[in-house]
């Protein structure tokens, strides 16, 4: 198994012990209601809502999950010691206290005692103990066990050194635990809201067996709502109020109904038809509404890119090969003109206005400058110096994406510049299902992946860990040893070091680029038609992207 090396993420961590008290809105208050004060007034009698998504979910399990939008999904349902507010900072939720060592190496939290399972049953001590050992389980293969690699023995134990048991987190009671870390890491409690660190009910868990997060009615809930309709395949479910949630007084809506909608004329039709409160909207379409009062511009942490298969496909070792392919793709025009929906043009792989150095206050992407450009002359030209090094005079690619309209419209692109501008390729457009391109990138089952890589938190490293060669999701594999080192010295030796550590990312970054091991397209965003009075829905450019427990429909 893969795993990612990760030490401390601090940036001149200085840990005291503290206390965070749990409240019933992410801004501390008691009352989330106070995040908007007209909610509670003009609210309408029907208090339900659609809309529409992109992507089906794939699993039901917190610890399989692998893409934004189950992510998204379940983080309404769902609940773990934290949560992200609006500004993408985590607040307390199933954490009633949390009192940190002054070394940053032990964690205690305290859970809230009226949280409850859909089952009836506490949710206790024991059920982050056993979903954290499964976690770090080299049987269960989680795709991000490697984010647990801070705890002590978790890097062993996902090695098949130790046991699970050996983890070092305990229960202390039924309501508090312990964490023992190897480094003190900064913001370990923004982790806590990705669902990997969520807790599950072992009992309900070992009942279930392989059926276990299959579908509704075997995966159990904690959140504000539960999901129901969902038989493990289909494209629709709902969300309905979960009237034993510990802050359900302050949860409006009574239902939300989802469907997953890949043609956008399909999405226009029925929000025009008032059949969605939320549609997706990309290419011309998105054009054509910016001038709607329901129209909305959602900005992502996530770079969408191509990446390469090293192992299978020998002719990517070729760099001129890889550089002509980023040359000859004018990203403005595939920002701008194709997709229309507010994604900006990649320029580096960490993208602007998303994290700021804590000493300077520079931005990320200032510092690190440009490294991509279009030049279509210079791509004709490696691309023959490339075939004449491989001795080929044709070459024939399979492309993979998803299914979504937005993807293949990128895809189409992508073909068409290729294939317009290189003598002698073929490009081949797969568009498959989020969850079956996933499970192909991981199997090594394609040519190049038009995917992408997300934040879930606002540091840059989490979105560079995609370059290190250890991380379960990078599947080419791109390898580096001088970007692994950096990478690894960002989050361990140069941990309290702000300078050094951000000078490690720099560097890792503009290597990278430089060999153009990933090809960055762009920085992804949403444009979305969302109903008017359809207020109070939290949007997040990092982890889920969306919050609907402070959402109401007004009048």
Avoid at 218 to 240: A, H, K, V
Wanted: glycine letters at 8%; hydrophobic letters at 35%.
């Amino acid at each position: 198994m893969k795993i990612n090396k990760k030490g401390a993420l601090s940036i001149g961590l200085t840990v005291t012990t503290v206390l965070l008290a749990a409240c019933g809105g992410s801004n501390g208050d008691t009352d989330s209601t106070s995040k908007d004060s007209t909610k509670g007034e003009n609210q309408a009698t029907d208090q339900s809502i659609s809309v529409g998504v992109l992507n089906e979910l794939s699993t039901g399990d917190t610890l399989l999950v692998s893409d934004i939008g189950t992510n998204t999904a379940m983080s309404q349902y769902l609940e773990g010691l934290y949560r992200l507010d609006e500004n993408n900072q985590p607040v307390p939720a199933l954490a009633e206290e949390t009192k940190v060592s002054e070394d940053g190496l032990t964690y205690t939290f305290k859970l809230r005692e009226d949280a409850t399972w859909s089952n009836g049953e506490p949710v206790t001590a024991h059920d982050f103990v056993y979903a954290w050992r499964q976690a770090v389980n080299p049987e269960k293969a989680a795709p991000y066990s490697y984010m647990f690699t801070s705890i002590v023995n978790a890097e062993e134990i996902i090695n098949g050194e130790m046991t699970p048991e050996e983890l070092g987190i305990e229960a202390v009671g039924d309501y508090e635990f312990t964490v023992q870390m190897t480094v003190p890491v900064s913001y370990f409690l923004g982790e806590m809201a990705f669902l990997p660190f969520f807790p599950q009910n072992q009992a309900f868990v070992e009942e279930m067996g392989s059926e276990y997060g299959t579908s509704s009615d075997t995966t159990l809930y904690n959140g504000p709502f539960i999901l129901t309709g969902w038989d493990g395949t289909n494209q629709s479910w709902s969300y309905q109020k979960n009237e034993d949630y510990w802050d359900a007084k302050n949860i409006t809506l009574d239902k939300i109904d989802v469907q997953v909608i890949k043609e956008v004329s399909t999405a226009l039709n029925l929000f025009e038809s008032g059949g969605l409160d939320d549609a997706i909207l990309s290419g011309e379409s998105a054009k054509q509404y910016v001038d709607n009062e329901a129209y909305v511009v959602e900005p992502e942490a996530r770079t969408n890119y191509l990446q390469f298969n090293y192992t299978d496909v020998p002719m990517f070792s070729n760099a001129k090969l890889r550089e002509a392919f980023s040359l000859i793709l004018d990203r403005e025009e595939l920002a701008n003109t194709i997709l229309g929906n507010g994604s900006l043009p990649a320029t580096a792989f960490v993208p602007h206005d998303f994290v700021t150095n804590p000493v300077t206050d520079n931005d990320f992407a200032d510092d690190a400058g440009d490294f991509l450009t279009y030049d279509k002359e210079k791509a004709k030209q490696l691309f023959d110096e490339a075939k004449k090094e491989l001795g080929v005079d044709t070459i024939e690619i399979d492309l993979l994406g998803d299914d979504d309209e937005a993807s293949k419209l990128v895809g189409q692109y992508i073909q068409g510049e290729l294939q317009n501008n290189f003598e002698g390729l073929t490009i081949n457009l797969s568009n498959v299902p989020k969850n079956n391109r996933i499970e192909k990138g991981q199997s090594g089952d394609f040519d190049i992946i038009l995917g992408g890589w997300g934040a879930i938190l606002p540091d840059a490293i989490n979105l560079l860990d995609i370059m290190n060669s250890e991380t379960t999701f990078n599947v080419g594999p791109y390898k580096n040893e001088k970007v692994d080192q950096l990478l690894n010295d960002a989050e361990t030796v140069n941990a309290n070091n702000p300078e050094a550590r951000w000078q490690n990312m720099l560097d890792a970054q503009a290597i990278m680029l430089n060999e153009k091991g990933f090809i960055p397209l762009y920085h992804t965003a949403e444009v979305h038609l969302r109903n008017p009075k359809l207020k109070g829905v939290e949007v997040h450019s990092v982890s889920a992207r969306y919050d609907y427990r402070n959402a109401y429909v007004a009048e």
